[in-house]
């Protein structure tokens, strides 16, 4: 049972365009959720997040809004840039306001290529 | 900057071998995780240790075990390699004290089973 997910496996964007990348999830005990970028043959590094209690967080050309009632999260990327092409995970986690081990459940990834 | 490094990158071993995949984290972290990544599947937690000693499943455990002897290193075991079992392992590791942290990633393991 997939608790994370992203149903778009790939998603071309001309570069300086927007480009948005979504995540749903199942579970209403989630409260946090973050992104993460992975270049081939690297491991996944960290990008943004947000905890339940907001519906907003920004960095810089990144933005991730959280629509709880709708149980869904999206990444938005202005003005995309050619070192934006990777694969994007979105993560989720129960715990944020009391738990121990930060255990993340990931997404299957979207593949984000950015045209010159 | 935290470091998390990985043994090898590459390792090619034979159906019914024993592999042993290594992590160790320089930040002094308490929580340490193994995944494996596959196409259209994403992450799956197969372990992971919240402390020296400690050890708990996640999603897919089966044919796995692992071992935490020391706070900085976490191996992953494959008791009987299998052709299944091909796939990107990574590790990750974050703290745990006070709030939430991301995990922090090593470059990862490319393992094929022939």
């Known amino acids: 049972d997939q608790q994370v997910k992203q149903n778009s496996p790939s998603l071309s964007v001309q570069e300086g365009r927007i480009s948005i990348l979504n995540c749903d999830y199942t579970?209403?005990?989630?409260?946090?959720f973050l992104w993460y970028k992975k270049y081939p043959a690297e491991g996944p590094t960290f990008l943004i997040s947000?905890?339940?209690?907001?519906d907003k967080n920004e960095d810089g050309r990144f933005t991730v809004f959280l629509n709880k009632s709708a149980k869904h999260l999206s990444l938005h990327i202005v003005p995309s840039q050619p070192g934006d092409s990777a694969v994007y995970f979105c993560?989720?986690?129960?715990?944020?306001?009391?738990?121990?081990?930060?255990?993340?459940?990931f997404g299957t990834g979207t593949l984000l290529a950015i045209q010159p | 900057d935290v470091k998390v490094t990985q043994s090898s990158r590459y390792l090619v071993k034979r159906t019914g071998e024993k592999v042993f995949l290594e992590c160790v984290q320089d930040?002094?972290?308490?929580?340490m995780f193994w995944y494996r990544q596959d196409p259209g599947l994403g992450l799956r937690l197969i372990y992971f240790?919240?402390?020296?000693?400690?050890?708990e499943k996640g999603d897919i455990p089966e044919g796995y075990s692992v071992s935490r002897e020391k706070k900085e290193r976490f191996s992953l075991i494959l008791e009987s390699a299998s052709t299944n079992q091909t796939s990107m392992y990574l590790c990750?590791?974050?703290?745990?004290?006070?709030?939430?942290?991301?995990?922090?990633f090593g470059p990862g393991t490319r393992l094929t089973v022939t």
């Open positions: 990750a590791s974050s703290p745990r004290t006070g709030g939430f942290y991301e995990q922090y």
């Open positions: 579970n209403s005990m989630f409260d946090y």
């Open positions: 947000i905890s339940s209690i907001k």
């Open positions: 993560a989720a986690s129960v715990g944020y306001y009391g738990g121990a081990t930060n255990k993340l459940i």
């Open positions: 930040m002094d972290h308490e929580n």
């Open positions: 240790s919240y402390d020296v000693k400690m050890k």
